[in-house]
Nanobody, 123 residues
Framework: QRQLAESGGGLVQAGGSLRLSCEISGRPFSSYAFGWFRQAPGKEREFVAGMRWTGGGTKYADSVKDRFTISRDTAKNTLYLQMNSLKPEDMAVYFC????????????????WGRGTQVTVSS
């Protein structure tokens, strides 16, 4: 089972940028899809972005479209989430997750998760 480890979170002012990384232990199979999710205090975990490890099937939540970009580096076995124009409502713990098949928006569809990285956005 692949281990996932997020990094790159921190404190940023509204309008700023952060890039999150998710390091994947071992080489992902081409059948894998990855997702970024986030969870704010008192709220359910919500989908942010997803893609196939092969590079297709990219999808975004409406709330982050045109501001966030998901990508991966196959040589480094690392998934990224570039976050621009951050807003206070983006503040949450961000998780990366893995599933076999196409990326979906449901957290229950994913069976491997990292521990998360905190993103704090000050207004």
């Amino acid at each position: 089972q692949r281990q996932l480890a997020e990094s790159g979170g921190g404190l940023v002012q509204a309008g700023g940028s952060l890039r999150l990384s998710c390091e994947i232990s071992g080489r992902p199979f081409s059948s894998y899809a990855f997702g970024w999710f986030r969870q704010a205090p008192g709220k359910e975990r919500e989908f942010v972005a997803g893609m196939r490890w092969t590079g297709g099937g990219t999808k975004y939540a409406d709330s982050v479209k045109d501001r966030f970009t998901i990508s991966r580096d196959t040589a480094k076995n690392t998934l990224y989430l570039q976050m621009n124009s951050l807003k206070p409502e983006d503040m949450a713990v961000y998780f990366c997750a893995l599933r076999v098949g196409a990326p979906t928006t449901g957290a229950s569809d994913y069976n491997s998760w990292g521990r998360g990285t905190q993103v704090t956005v000050s207004s």
